[in-house]
């Protein structure tokens, strides 16, 4: 008896409770601001340019290959408006293969592309697979036209950049610690468990440059890096 009051009050309980979905998509919970949604492109509202300036960096380490980058002369920099003497030209990425890895991010030295943290950068059903080839307007129309209101430009991958929070660097060393705990049975001191620095890993790990990464490279021209970017 006591039990079927117990299982009775239980039931009750649960059905008084506010419930934690929600009716989706006609009502969306916020995203976290940190959410990888899709890559976008960022745009300078100081000049009224993108920021990228085409310089190829991230679609030489996107590991899927699915991004492809032209430059061209800025005609702002000629103009004397801006520091930027090359500009992006043509900017394609095939969503349909991007894996939000958050790699052209980390790597990218002009803070000109961020994982997308709305709705936008998650609901992506198409009839048509070409549709998920994004060109340079559409990658740019979120940012350009103020939709994109708080995009999150730290690289999030701790593997790749070295990068953490400052605030955050005794949780990520504890994260780690108990990582190398839970994979390996030994402290993050031990040899097995040791993290290797940002120099060692990027030796090991990134791609030496365009011809390990740069299959579609027919359209990938001008230079690497800050190279073609600010004077
Ligand atoms: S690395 Fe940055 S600046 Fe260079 S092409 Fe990619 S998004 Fe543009
Ligand atoms: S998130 Fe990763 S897979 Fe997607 S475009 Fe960037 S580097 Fe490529």
């Known amino acids: 008896m006591l039990g079927i009051l117990k299982a009775v009050q239980t039931t009750v309980k649960a059905a008084m409770r506010r419930p934690v979905t929600v009716q989706y998509p006609t009502e969306k919970k916020v995203l976290p601001h940190r959410s990888r949604g899709l890559p976008v492109l960022l745009w300078d509202f100081d000049i009224s340019e993108p920021f990228c300036t085409g310089c190829q960096v991230c679609a030489r380490y996107c590991p899927v290959d699915c ?9 702002n920099f000629a103009a004397g408006k801006s520091k930027r003497k090359k500009i992006v030209d043509k900017f394609y990425i095939d969503y349909a293969r991007c894996m939000r890895c958050d790699i052209c991010v980390e790597v990218c030295n002009f803070d000109a592309i961020v994982m997308n943290n709305t709705w936008e950068g998650v609901e ?32 999030m991958g701790v593997a790749h950049s070295g990068w953490a929070p400052k605030e955050d660097e005794e949780s990520v060393a504890a994260a780690e610690a108990a990582s190398a705990m839970r994979h390996h049975g030994t402290s993050p001191d031990s040899p097995v468990a040791k993290t290797p620095s940002v120099s060692e890993e990027e030796g090991a790990a990134r791609p030496a440059g365009p011809t390990s990464a740069g299959s579609k490279s027919g359209e990938r021209t001008g230079e690497a890096g800050k190279e073609g970017g600010e004077g």
């Open 67 to 75: 991004m492809t980058v032209t430059m061209k002369d800025n005609p």
């Open 124 to 155: 992506l059903s198409r009839y048509d697979r070409q549709d998920l080839v994004m060109d340079l307007p559409a990658l740019l129309r979120q940012s350009k036209s103020g939709d994109l209101e708080t995009p999150f430009r730290e690289p």
